[in-house]
Structures are given as C-alpha cells and as structure tokens.
C-alpha cells in the first residue's frame, strides 16, 4: 500500500514537471495536436469519398464505419498519450545506453519508463476518437442500455492494454538485438488493417489480425458489438482474457530483457 | 558538369550506403511499406463489390488494383529533405554548409536521389514486376509496351523534382519555427489527397478536380501513374508532361528566391 | 562491503564489414563475435575504503562497474554488495548504492535541478528531515545554490558534475561508483569535487570506487589501487607500493646535430650501470636519442652531460613516467606480486 501510495506520489510528481516543460513551448504542443487531428480528419474524409460511389460496403453503413473508425482512436490514443515513450526504448535508450539510468533506481522499471513521458499528440488521436463516437451517439445508431455503457469503457481500457502489451513486447527485443523500432513498427502499424471491417481481407490476414496481433480486437470487433444488436457480449471478454495474456507475456519478455540487457559502450 | 558530378556523387553514394547498413531494417520497412497498399487493395475490392457499376471515378476494378500498386511504386520517389533541414536547422549546421563551397539545396537533392535509388531498385522495381505479372497473368490485360515505360520514367523524374524542391521549399518553415514535425503530418496527411496516393484525383467533385489541375500536387503521384495506365494520349499527354516541367522550373526559382531570403536573415542573425 | 568473486562478461555481436560491397554482403551474413570484456576478476572492498579502478580504455572498467551497479548480469562468477547480488535484487542494491557516470548524466536535463532533486526525493523515499539535513550537507560541499534553480541542460560541465555528484548522495548511499567523475574539467573544479568526494567519504564513511585516466584523482583520492588490462586483473594493491616498483623511471629525449655519431652511444657503459638501471634508444628517422632511467640511481644533468661529451644536442625533453605508462608496463612484464 506504501509503495503505491509512493508510485502514485512519483508518478504525479514526473508528470507535473513533463506538463510544465509542454507549457514552455505551447506552440509546438498545439501543432503537433494539429497534425494528428488533422491527419484523422482526412482518413474521415477518404471514408466520404468512397461512399459517394456505393451505398454501403459489404454491409456496413458509411455512419458505422465512422463510428468504428472512431472508436478504434481511443484505446490507440490513449495507448499513446501514457506509454509511448516505449518506443524509445525500441529505437535508441538500449542501443546508446541511456537505459542504465532506469537500471539504477530503485524503482519497477516499466513504471519509469512510462512515467518520463506523456505524449501530448495523443489528444489529437482523442479528440477525434471522443467527437465520431459522440457523433454516432447523436445519430443514435450505438446501442445505450447501461450494459453496453460499461462494457464501453471496459473495453476502451482492455484495448489499451492490448495496444500496450504488443508494444511493449516488441520494444523488449531491443534487449536483444540493441534496435527493435523496425519490429515495432511493423507491429504497430497492422493496427491500421483494423480500421476497417476485416470482412473486406483475406482469409490470412484476417487471421493475422485477429489471433496473432489482435488488433481487430481492439477495434472493429469491439465496435461491432456496439453497433449490432444480435453481436454477443463474449467478444468483450474475449478480449479482456486477450489484454492479460498478451500483457503478461510482454511484461515477461520485457523483465527477461533487462535481464540481458547489454548497456553500450563495447 | 563533370566537376559537379564528382562533389555531388558521394552525397548520393553515402546516403544508399547508409541505409544499406540497417540490415534488418531493410527487409522489414518493404513489408510495412506495403501495409497501406494492401488495405487500400482490400478496401478497393470491397467497393468494387458493393457497387452496381463496373467503372467507378474512371477507372475499372482491373485499372484500380494497378493504380493502387502504382502508386507504391511511384512514391519511391517522393523523399522527404524537409527533415534533413530541420535537423540541421537545431543543430545549427546550416551556417557550415554556407562556409563550404556546395550548394546547400542540391546537396540535400543529391541525398535524396541516393534514397530514391535505393527505394526504386528495392522494393519498387519488384512490385512493378509484380503487377506487371499479375495484371497479365490474373487480371487478363495486355503487358504495357515499353513506349509508355519510358514516358512513365520520365514522368516519374519530373515528379521526383518537383516534390524535392517542393519540399526544400516547404523546409524553409524549420527556419522560422523549431517545431516542424506536426507540419510534416499536415503536409503528408495533405499530400495524400492532393497528389492522388489515397484515392484517384477523378474521385473527387468536378469542381476540386479543376482545382487540383492547378496545383503542383498532382503532377506529383497521379499524373505518372496515369500516364503508365495509358490514359493519357497525343495532345494531353505532352500537356501533363509539359505541365510537370513548368513546376519544376516555377518550384526552382522560388525555392532560391526563399533561400537567398533565409541565407541574408541568418547572416543578419548570425544563425 | 564489496565481494567480487571470478566474475566474467562477455558481450556477442554480429560481424560487420567495411565498404559499400560490405553492407550488401552484411545483409546476407550471421556471423558472430564474442569478446569477452572482463575476465574472471575478483576482489574485496572494505567499508570506507576509496579504491581507484583503472585501465586503458575498453579494459573493462565500465562493464565491471555495471556489474556492481546492477545494470548488467556478470556471464560467469558472482559479485554481493553490502551483501546483496545486484543483479538478482536489484531494486534493494539500487537504494544502497549511488552512481556517477562522468560522460552521461542522470538528471532530468530539461528540469531545474531543484525538479531533478525532489524527483530522487521520491524515488529514494528519503523522508523530509534526512532530505533537508542531506540538503544542507551537500550544499556546503558542493555549493548546488549558485545553480539549484536553473535547467540541467544550462549547467557547464563543472556544475552539471556537481549537480550528479549530489544527486548520487541524496539518499545517503553506502557505496558511491564513480565512472571518470573529472574527465574534462578544470583544475579548480577538480580539485573542489576530489575535497568533495574526501568529506562524503570521512562523514559516512562510504566506500568509494573510482575508475579515472587521471593520476591526479588516484593521488589524491585513492589509497588502493586496481588495475585492469584485456579484462584481467593485473594490479592490486596500495598506490606507494605500486609507485616504489614501477614509477621509478625517468625519460630524456634528446634530438641531435650530428645522427651519425649518435649510433654508438650506450649512456649504461659510459655511466657504469647495468641496462636495466639506464635504457639508450636511438631513433633514426627523426634524429632522437631516448634514454630511460632510474631516478634513484640516476640523475638528468648526469645523462644530459655524458651526452652532450660526445654530440652536439638541438632540443631536451624530459618526461616523469606517467600512471598509463607504469599499467602498460606492469601488463608487459605480465602479473605482479600481490596478485
């Protein structure tokens, strides 16, 4: 209970003092929540051109596919505004050495790591996620009893997790092979197959995204139980039981990493 | 020309030398280069499924599988310098690159033709073989003939040029602002559309489309791939290509114009 | 406080080739190097002691420093600190031990220091009271004020140094591990955190270990030395002891008018002393005379006047043997006593 309390303590401490450092260029904050708002913009504007030429893709409605788009945003965003600092590790703190100030002190390594950085840019992954779901609910085509509502939000949070855990466990192989960003990246970016309905892929990739980088759950699977009434329930808890076993194993990955971890300079 | 030749070279060698070296890099960045082209693929396909018409914005399902792929192909030749100058900006290495008796923006083109050199020989040029195959064997249309291959390459240098000196101009900004990286999503995120990478320019409204003619964008990515499609001919072809080579003189000039401007502000400043 | 027993690393990374053919070849190439850094090293450091840790560089300094600290896991043998494997529990070592590393910092380089402080405050869980007694402490030691409130980034190394140095002593660490703490500093500035590094030392009696390429930190600081070499341990013992044996000798170097004359020259005859006491070399190609002595049996104006009987000389240069130089030495004539 100490110790969390002082986890928590420190945790607002680091933050507080990275809010600050934001604060000091402000304009570089609102272009860069410019840029990611901007860019999700135009993935809802590609959406309209193409519905201007069908009436509805495989079934699906331009409306829900905006709400599946957005809803996809929101594990992804805020994925990225707590934790994207692991990309860092992926790319340079093993190669260079930087990561040895983690191995130092006294303090759970992950915690550290996640704690040195808040990404500001996520808010523009939000903020575009928030206003197409808030959108889809003014159209009234999400479903509202209460338990969807919580299982919204038990899924936004299992998704994030799932965002994390691949993240992570990718990251950690730079204990490895000093540069894992490539692997990451390849890892990260199949997130974008699942903006869509996986219908529209083949057999292969469906499975991909579905099984083995089950980013289809974090977004379009999810989505669907939202927007269809017959959808069942199972495949929220298919994807929390998804969010801990794929969590435990990158959190186990990653522990065995700073186990081998090489440090530079030789 | 030869003189020139000999300063330049090693900036295109160094930088093909430099990207070689990140072996594991290497084969990974194809595969997820080629991520975007197969969900644009898919999604294609789906449309072309769900709709009652064979021909949609121009072009036939047949047509649009190629374009998608084209356009992966095509893009290897847009290399970003707006980063290399922002770097260069924080670092404050541009003041030594105006002591050096090198021209700054050519140097950082020289760069990028080592880049594109690299992208075009791989992936690039194994995807196009690739459409190529399928597009004869699976898709049942005729090989392109080796007329409009040259045009295609020629239209794909010009592109290459206009989206450098594009982008040195576009650089400029770093020397006014320090945060340059949210600008660069906007500009791809823009880029996407205007030049024709996300979806055929022919799919937009009537009235954008004319608006699109007069911007330097889709001289970029559309008009090459198009051209390879054969939808150009006689006097509309050497119109396009005429028009990709006014851009680059009109993005030439006023990228020295811009730069003559910055270089007089650093030295004021003492950049 | 310490135990170090026949601890070894070694590190594999794959085969890289030269040139442009090279990185093609790479893209198709598995093969590996394994180097081993350090070697089946062992030692044992008591409380308050302050040991120099010293090599050439790539001896292996770091690694086994890394070792102590918990940032890497030895390939072989085991190593406790203050009783504790640090790379098995790490988290409890880590609260036990204090760490400098002279090239790379450890606070938060965008924060004011004052920031950086309160962070560790958390870190460390230091309570309120030792935080300001430790504060005070470190204030007069180190003189933190002058700059307390600017950003890392703004400190010139002399401070930022400081500003490490009181950021590894927060908590009050019973072992402090310093990596090069004066490399590229000032005289001034050197000697201020040698005095500084002496306090900490005599108050808490913590024990110290300093890896340094400067003799003067070792004069000043240390009174046991180690010395490494391609990962072995060659030298163990006090500073005195090491210097009686080796640091004996003295070089003159003396360029000369006239080559021809100088072939013959043997300064140990003309003196009436054995080669091992008085080492003439001669180096054609620039015209200078070498000789190397021992200044117990020897003195310069000795050698420069039985020189300068026989040949006109242009230029004298003398040298004291040098820390780098005595380690070189002992590695050629292979293990020492006390080993």
Avoid at chain 1, 96 to 108: K, V, W
Wanted: proline share 3%.
């Amino acid at each position: 209970m100490r110790t969390c309390k002082r986890y928590l303590r420190l945790y607002r401490v680091l933050i507080t003092q990275f809010i600050k450092t934001i604060m000091q260029s402000k304009v570089d904050f609102l272009m860069g929540l410019f840029g990611f708002f901007f860019t999700q913009i135009m993935g809802i504007a590609f959406l309209y051109l193409v519905f201007e030429q069908i009436p509805s893709l495989k079934g699906w409605t331009l409306d829900q596919l905006i709400f599946i788009y957005g809803f996809a945003q929101i594990p992804r965003g805020i994925d990225h505004l707590f934790t994207d600092n692991v990309w860092l590790v992926a790319w340079r703190l093993v190669l260079n050495g930087d990561f040895d100030r983690y191995m130092l002190r006294p303090m759970n390594i992950f915690f550290q790591v996640i704690a040195e950085k808040l990404q500001p840019d996520a808010l523009g992954e939000l903020l575009v996620g928030t206003i197409l779901v808030v959108r889809s609910l003014s159209k009234g085509i999400v479903i509202t009893d209460p338990l969807h509502g919580i299982l919204f939000f038990v899924s936004i949070f299992a998704g994030a997790l799932i965002y994390t855990s691949i993240k992570l466990f990718f990251a950690s192989f730079a204990f490895w092979i000093k540069v894992s960003g490539p692997f990451l990246q390849l890892a990260y970016e199949t997130a974008d197959f699942a903006k869509y309905p996986t219908e529209i892929y083949a057999k292969g990739i469906r499975f991909l995204i579905t099984w083995v980088i089950p980013f289809a759950f974090v977004a379009y699977l999810p989505a669907s139980f939202f927007l269809k009434s017959e959808a069942s329930g199972v495949v929220i808890g298919i994807e929390c039981a998804i969010a801990v076993v794929f969590w435990c194993i990158a959190y186990a990955v990653f522990n065995k990493g700073t186990h081998v971890y090489e440090s530079a300079g030789n | 020309m030869g003189k020139r030749l000999r300063i330049y070279l090693p900036f295109a060698a160094n930088e093909l030398k430099r990207k070689m070296a990140y072996k594991g890099a290497f084969y990974l960045f194809i595969v997820i280069s080629l991520f975007k082209s197969f969900i644009s693929y898919y999604l294609w396909m789906a449309v072309y499924g769900s709709s009652n018409q064979a021909v949609i914005g121009g072009l036939s399902q047949s047509e649009m599988i190629v374009y998608v792929f084209m356009v992966y192909v095509t893009s290897s030749v847009m290399i970003p310098i707006s980063d290399a100058i922002s770097d260069d900006v924080v670092k404050g290495t541009v003041a030594m690159n105006l002591i050096k008796p090198i021209d700054y923006r050519l140097s950082l083109i020289s760069r990028a033709v080592g880049s594109m050199i690299y992208n075009f020989l791989a992936p690039s040029v194994f995807i196009w073989i690739g459409v190529e195959i399928y597009k004869v064997t699976v898709l049942g249309l005729a090989p392109v003939t080796v007329e409009r291959i040259i045009l295609y390459l020629i239209s794909c240098i010009m592109s290459f040029l206009i989206y450098v000196l594009f982008d040195f101009c576009f650089g400029m900004i770093a020397f006014f602002t320090t945060y340059i990286l949210g600008l660069m999503m906007v500009q791809e995120a823009l880029l996407g559309f205007l030049t024709g990478q996300l979806i055929p320019i022919s799919f937009f409204p009537q009235a954008v489309q004319t608006l699109f003619e007069f911007l330097p964008f889709s001289s970029m990515i559309y008009t090459p791939v198009m051209i390879y499609l054969g939808k150009y001919s006689g006097e509309m072809l050497a119109f396009v290509l005429a028009r990709q080579a006014v851009w680059i003189v009109i993005l030439y000039v006023l990228g020295s114009m811009i730069w003559k401007r910055v270089t007089r502000r650093l030295v004021v400043l003492g950049g | 406080m310490i135990e170090v027993n026949h601890i070894s690393k070694d590190f594999v990374s794959p085969k890289k080739y030269p040139g442009l053919r090279g990185a093609i070849k790479g893209l198709f190439s598995n093969e590996k190097i394994v180097k081993t850094a350090v070697d089946d090293i062992s030692f044992s450091i008591e409380k308050g002691e302050i040991v120099g840790y010293i090599g050439s560089n790539g001896a292996g300094k770091s690694t086994t420093i890394k070792m102590m600290t918990g940032i890497l896991n030895p390939t072989k043998g085991t190593c406790r600190v203050a009783g504790i494997d640090p790379g098995k529990r790490r988290r409890e070592n880590a609260q036990n031990i204090g760490v400098v590393f002279g090239q790379r910092t450890q606070l938060w380089w965008d924060l004011p220091l004052s920031e950086s402080f309160t962070i560790l405050k958390e870190i460390y869980d230091v309570s309120d009271e030792s935080y300001r007694e430790q504060m005070a402490f470190l204030n007069r030691v180190l003189a933190l004020e002058e700059f307390f409130d600017r950003p890392v980034r703004t400190l010139s190394l002399g401070q930022r140094m400081r500003a490490d140095l009181g950021a590894a002593l927060l908590h009050n660490p019973k072992v402090l591990y310093l990596d090069e703490p004066t490399i590229g500093l000032d005289l001034v500035v050197k000697d201020n955190i040698r005095e500084a590094i002496k306090e900490i030392n005599e108050k808490y009696q913590t024990t110290v270990i300093l890896t340094t390429h400067d003799i003067g930190d070792i004069e000043e600081l240390c009174s046991r030395i180690i010395i490494i070499d391609e990962g072995k341990k060659i030298y163990d013992g006090s500073l005195d002891k090491l210097k009686d044996t080796y640091g004996t000798k003295r070089k003159v170097s003396m360029e000369i008018r006239q080559p021809y004359k100088a072939k013959n020259l043997d300064l140990a005859k003309m003196l009436d002393v054995n080669t091992q006491e008085c080492l003439t070399e001669y180096d054609k190609e620039n015209s200078i005379l070498t000789v190397t002595f021992d200044k117990h049996k020897l003195q310069v104006p000795q050698i420069l006047s039985a020189v300068m009987e026989q040949v006109e000389i242009k230029d004298v240069q003398i040298q004291e043997t040098e820390l780098a130089q005595i380690v070189k030495e002992i590695y050629n004539h292979g293990a020492v006593e006390g080993v």
